[in-house]
C-alpha cells in the first residue's frame, strides 16, 4: 500500500508517494538524492543514518517515511544553507580537528554532535564519549571526534 506524505525538508516542502515498508533513509536517498545520509547497518545500531527529525537527532533507518510525514528533516547537506553556505561550526570543527578519517561516519556523528550541543549539556570527555556511543566510527580512536565535538560545541556558543 502506498501513502502520500508531505514533509519539510532542509527547509524545503516536499510531497511524495512512499511505500508502507520505506525507511526514512531511503526516502531521503533515493527519492530526494540527498545521499550525505548513509546507510551502515539498517538496525539502528552504527549511526551513519542520523538526520535531525523536528529538531532531535534520529536514526532514520529506524524510521518509515510514512512516520516522518509533517515533520521537519534536516540532512547534513542541510547544514551549509542554513548558515549562509558556510559550513556549520560541528563541521569546521570536524575539519579543523581531524574529526574523521574515511568520512563514512562523519555526517552521523556531526549531527549527533550537534543535537547533543542543542539538547544536552555534555562537554567533558566521558559525557561526549557517552552520549555519542550510538554512533560507530571504525576508522579512529574518537579522540579527535572528542575534540572536534568540544570544539564545535564552544563555537556553537559563540556564534550569533
Same mark, same amino acid.
Given at each position: 500500500? @502506498? ?8 527547509g524545503k516542502t ?12 531511503? +526516502?531521503?536517498?533515493?527519492? *530526494? =538524492?540527498?545521499? &550525505?545520509?548513509?546507510? &551502515?547497518?539498517?538496525?539502528? $545500531? ?13 536514526? @532514520?533507518? @529506524? *524510521?518509515? =517515511?510514512?512516520? %516522518? @510525514? ?22 569546521? %570543527? +570536524?575539519? /579543523? ?6 568520512? +563514512?561516519?562523519?555526517? &552521523? ?6 543535537d547533543l550541543v $542543542? ?13 555519542? /556511543? ?10 579527535n571526534i572528542v575534540? %572536534?565535538?568540544?570544539?564545535?560545541? %564552544? ?6
Amino acid at each position: 500500500m @502506498s501513502h502520500k506524505i508531505t514533509l519539510k525538508v532542509n527547509g524545503k516542502t516536499v510531497t511524495r508517494t512512499v511505500e508502507d515498508g520505506q525507511l526514512l533513509v531511503q +526516502f531521503l536517498r533515493e527519492d *530526494l =538524492a540527498l545521499t &550525505g545520509t548513509h546507510v &551502515g547497518c539498517d538496525t539502528a $545500531q552504527c549511526g551513519a543514518c542520523t538526520v535531525h527529525v523536528d529538531g532531535r537527532a534520529v536514526k @532514520s533507518c @529506524s *524510521l518509515l =517515511a510514512v512516520q %516522518a @510525514s509533517g515533520a521537519e528533516i534536516t540532512t547534513i547537506e542541510g547544514l551549509m544553507p542554513a548558515h549562509n553556505g558556510e559550513m556549520h561550526p560541528m563541521q569546521a %570543527a +570536524f575539519k /579543523e580537528c581531524h574529526g574523521l578519517q574515511c568520512g +563514512f561516519c562523519t555526517p &552521523g556523528m556531526v549531527m549527533s554532535a550537534i543535537d547533543l550541543v $542543542q539538547n544536552h549539556a555534555c562537554s567533558s570527555e566521558g559525557e561526549i564519549r557517552e552520549a555519542l /556511543e550510538g554512533n560507530i566510527c571504525r576508522c579512529t580512536g574518537y579522540h579527535n571526534i572528542v575534540r %572536534a565535538v568540544q570544539t564545535g560545541a %564552544a563555537a556553537m556558543r559563540n556564534s550569533p
